[in-house]
């Protein structure tokens, strides 16, 4: 069993619609949780981070955390064609030395 | 405001030969690490660096080795390149157990 798991995709959705990412991880001393996008080619970048059990929200993204069934997901609003890429999850542990676990990633394909 | 900087961002090496990925950043940030991604395996940890002098290994370190030499760089050493090191290398950085990485732009490396 890997640390971090995702749906590898792609998911497809239309413009305008939600999108909803998944991601398990199977470390109950888990701290924190990330998630990062990624282009074609081009490095991850930070989305969003959530500590604490439930929502947090930031503008057309939405993280959701839920330490019990160790389970963290992000939705994406409104999609748009420009939202299509990888999306990773990342969790670090119990752990100073802040090293994040990342999945394979889940790549999204948002349909005009 | 350069962030992470990695160098060189392609190689191509032959079996055997050695190198050294560069990296650096601006950003005053204490703890520095090496991923390595490769298709359908995601972000691998191959060495971190927590603060200036120190330096851990992380998930898959073998063949590799590191060396902080100060605040700012941590260079990644490739001794007697292999084709299974035959990937894409980042470097990312984090302020004091704050947020998310900062990752550069990355390094393609062929070993042939």
């Known amino acids: 069993q890997k640390e971090v798991e995702q749906n590898s995709g792609p998911l497809s959705v239309p413009e305008g619609a939600i999108a909803s990412l998944n991601c398990t991880y199977s470390?109950?001393?888990?701290?924190?949780f990330f998630w990062y996008r990624q282009y074609s080619g081009k490095s991850p970048e930070l989305i969003m981070f959530?500590?604490?059990?439930g929502d947090k929200e930031d503008g057309r993204f939405t993280a959701q955390l839920n330490k019990a069934s160790q389970y963290v997901s992000l939705l994406i609003r409104d999609s748009q064609p420009s939202d299509s890429a990888t999306y990773l999850c990342a969790v670090n542990r119990e752990d100073s030395s802040y090293k994040l676990i990342f999945g394979s990633g889940t790549r999204l394909l948002v349909r005009p | 405001n350069a962030g992470v900087t990695q160098t060189p961002k392609f190689q191509v090496l032959k079996t055997g030969q050695s190198m050294t990925l560069q990296c650096a950043q601006d950003m005053n940030h204490n703890s520095m690490y090496w991923y390595r991604q490769d298709p359908g395996m995601g972000l691998r940890l191959i060495y971190y660096?927590?603060?200036?002098?120190?330096?851990d290994k992380g998930e898959v370190p073998n063949g590799y080795n590191v060396s902080r030499l100060n605040k700012r760089e941590f260079s990644l050493r490739l001794e007697s390149a292999a084709p299974s090191q035959t990937s894409v290398y980042f470097c990312?950085?984090?302020?004091?157990?704050?947020?998310?990485?900062?990752f550069g732009s990355g390094t393609r490396l062929t070993v042939v």
């Open positions: 959530i500590y604490s059990n």
């Open positions: 660096s927590a603060s200036e002098g120190t330096t």
């Open positions: 990312a950085s984090i302020p004091r157990g704050a947020g998310g990485y900062t």
């Open positions: 470390d109950r001393g888990s701290q924190s």
